[in-house]
């Protein structure tokens, strides 16, 4: 596609639901970063993926949270046992050989725990 | 990991006058600096980067200046417009293989 793409855009979910968030980067494109961001606040890193591998995922808060990317594209973060405190908006950027050079982000996923 | 701090966190100018928006890191290996810029309800988007290799760059209205030393690098916008006004976003990282950090936003209003 012509940029990331993230689904569903909006999630509502009962608390202790399981919820998973999809991400597809740009084409070709190495290492996908996923962040949270809250409402006027700048993204907060959560896990970092070079191809396949997890590089750090030092930024997941807890570990009801985990991410991956199995074929070094499409990637999924999982967030088990929701709860309303992990209400936030979910994105996913995408850059074409590392952390240094231009992410492009996605709209993101709108997560509401009720 | 990389800190990175971010000031002021609203900035309100009147059109026409210059912007200035800085940010400190923590991490001395860093040697790439971008800017986003986040419009009402819209994802971040790029504006400008430096990597550590120049002190200063500029496209146009806006330029980045870097002091590796200090450990801070600034934006700044010239000749303000009311379409400058969004919540800008400093970042820090190293090379390849570790996380892009993103300071906490500025929110910057131009009035006409």
């Known amino acids: 596609g012509a940029g990331v793409s993230q689904s569903p855009r909006y999630k509502v979910t009962k608390r202790g639901q399981d919820v998973a968030l999809r991400c597809d980067p740009i084409?070709?494109?190495?290492?996908l970063y996923w962040y949270r961001q809250a409402l006027g606040q700048g993204p907060e890193f959560l896990t970092y993926?070079?191809?396949?591998?997890?590089?750090?995922k030092s930024g997941l808060p807890n570990d009801r949270f985990s991410a991956e990317r199995p074929e070094g594209s499409i990637s999924t973060l999982t967030i088990q046992r929701t709860e309303q405190r992990d209400s936030a908006m979910y994105r996913c950027a995408s850059s074409l050989t590392g952390s240094d050079t231009e992410a492009f982000f996605g709209q993101g996923t709108r997560l509401t725990v009720v | 990991g990389e800190n990175v701090e971010q000031h002021p966190s609203t900035l309100s100018v009147q059109e026409g006058d210059s912007a200035v928006i800085k940010c400190t890191y923590s991490?001395?290996?860093?040697?790439?600096f971008p800017w986003y810029k986040q419009e009402l309800g819209k994802r971040p988007q790029l504006i400008i980067d430096?990597?550590?290799?120049?002190g200063e760059k500029k496209d146009q209205r806006i330029a980045v200046t870097l002091n590796k030393t200090a450990k801070h690098f600034s934006l700044h916008i010239t000749e303000t417009q009311p379409e400058d006004s969004a919540v800008y976003f400093c970042a820090a990282s190293r090379i390849s293989g570790y996380a892009l950090n993103f300071g906490k936003g500025t929110s910057l209003l131009v009035t006409p």
């Open positions: 084409s070709g494109h190495v290492s």
């Open positions: 991490d001395s290996a860093s040697n790439y």
């Open positions: 430096i990597r550590s290799n120049v």
């Open positions: 993926f070079n191809y396949e591998a997890q590089q750090d």
